[in-house]
């Protein structure tokens, strides 16, 4: 059974940093991408940020670019998303998931296992 689990939220100061970490129990995680998302209340979900199989590709999405960066260790299978510099409208429930292929995407079509969640807060 696929497990995604985050970790890593909590209540943070603007301007202040979080680091969320995702462990999977994947079989296939070293052929897959994998990708953050977050979701605000009265929001649809969005993409944050993914990784491709090996860490050398990564796509981030414009507002986050620069602030956070995204990494992941096979031999651990685990996924990290270091978040700097925070600010009110980061605050979400934020994703972590398995991507279908080994690729990044941006898209959320492209995903098909997903974490429950963690919460991150910015106090502004």
């Known amino acids: 059974q696929v497990q995604l689990v985050e970790s890593g939220g909590g209540l943070v100061q603007a301007g202040g940093s979080l680091r969320l970490s995702c462990a999977a129990s994947?079989?296939?995680?070293?052929?897959?991408?994998m990708g953050w998302f977050r979701q605000a209340p009265g929001k649809e979900r969005e993409f944050v940020a993914s990784?491709?199989?090996?860490?050398?590709?990564?796509y981030y999405r414009d507002s986050v670019k620069g602030r956070f960066t995204m990494s992941r260790d096979n031999a651990k299978k685990m996924v990290y998303l270091q978040m700097n510099s925070l600010n009110a409208e980061d605050t979400a429930v934020y994703y972590c998931?398995?991507?279908?292929?080994?690729?990044?995407?941006?898209?959320?079509?492209?995903?098909?296992?997903w974490g429950q969640g963690t919460q991150v807060t910015v106090s502004s």
């Open positions: 998931a398995s991507g279908r292929g080994m690729w990044p995407s941006t898209s959320l079509s492209e995903y098909d296992f």
């Open positions: 994947l079989r296939t995680f070293g052929a897959s991408a």
């Open positions: 990784v491709s199989w090996n860490g050398g590709t990564t």
